[in-house]
Every structure is written in C-alpha cells, then in structure tokens.
C-alpha cells in the first residue's frame, strides 16, 4: 500500500467526487442523483467540516477512492461516532488496498482523537463483497437496522 496516498479532499475535487457519488449510487443501489444537489452537499461539507470530512485516496499518482466521515453524538459514551460514507473506489483501483488504506487512515486518525468512541458505517443488506472487506479490516455487524422516513422536498 506504499503507493496508496491519504489527502484530504479539496474544492478541486469537487466534479470528480461528485461523479463518484452518483457512480456508488448507480453502482449499488440503482439510483440516479441529481448531480447539482450532490454537488452542492458536497461543497457544502468541505466548507463546513463539522458536517462531514472527505478523504481522497491517490494510488501512483492517480485519484483512486474517497470516503466521507459524519459524526453521531452517543450519550451513553460522551463521545462521537465517526460514520463512514460515500465510500467508492475507482474501477481500475479496486481489489488494490484502496479503501483498506483509506479505512486505516481515517481510524489511526480517530484513535488520536480522544472525543471519537468509534468507526460506524452501513452497507447494503446484498453486498457480500463490501461486507467481507470491512470484516476483514476488523468491523463487526453491529446487530441494527437501519429505518427511515424522509420528509417531502421544500
């Protein structure tokens, strides 16, 4: 993984993470976004960090993979739970070390941070390939469903 560099994402990055979302979103739950609100949730995080952080994987030079992490207060542990998401890896990198290199990042980073309690992310009940990569890099089913509800566009 020595040819696998950690950055975080920048304002420049913007198109290239915002033709990943909508590729993840195609690519595992059929969806199409609409690029512009993607767009704008995307250069909204970068210009509010307490939002959410993103992080561009480079393998020998070339954009590789991303992920974004959000944060869940957890009362029961006075501390933040990083959630990651908007997890995708180029087609020509995958199988590589990307997302390995890009979890490891993000985790040595949240061990140094004494308000973080943990890693979170969800994943596609059908996903077999994803769920066996995060349980090779030491994540367990946490036992929860996932609900939700959303409310009509204003």
């Known amino acids: 993984m020595n040819d696998i560099h950690i950055r975080p994402a920048h304002n420049d990055d913007i198109p290239l993470l915002v033709q990943w979302a909508c590729a993840m979103a195609m690519e595992t739950e059929h969806k199409r976004l609409d690029a512009d609100t ?13 939002r959410g952080r993103y992080w561009l994987a480079e393998r020998s030079g070339e954009a590789a993979g991303t992920l974004m992490v959000t944060y869940e207060w957890s009362d029961w542990r006075a501390a933040d739970w990083w959630w990651i998401q908007s997890v995708y890896v180029a087609p020509a990198h995958r199988r590589c070390g990307v997302y390995a290199a890009l979890y490891q990042h993000v985790r040595d980073e949240a061990a140094q941070t004494p308000a ?18 995060y349980h090779s890099l030491g994540m367990h089913d946490a036992g929860y469903h996932m609900y939700e509800a959303t409310l009509p566009s204003t």
């Open 38 to 50: 993607v767009q704008r949730g995307i250069a909204t995080a970068l210009a509010q960090p307490q």
């Open 116 to 133: 973080v309690c943990g890693l979170r992310l969800y994943v596609e009940k059908e996903n077999r390939t994803a769920q066996h990569t």
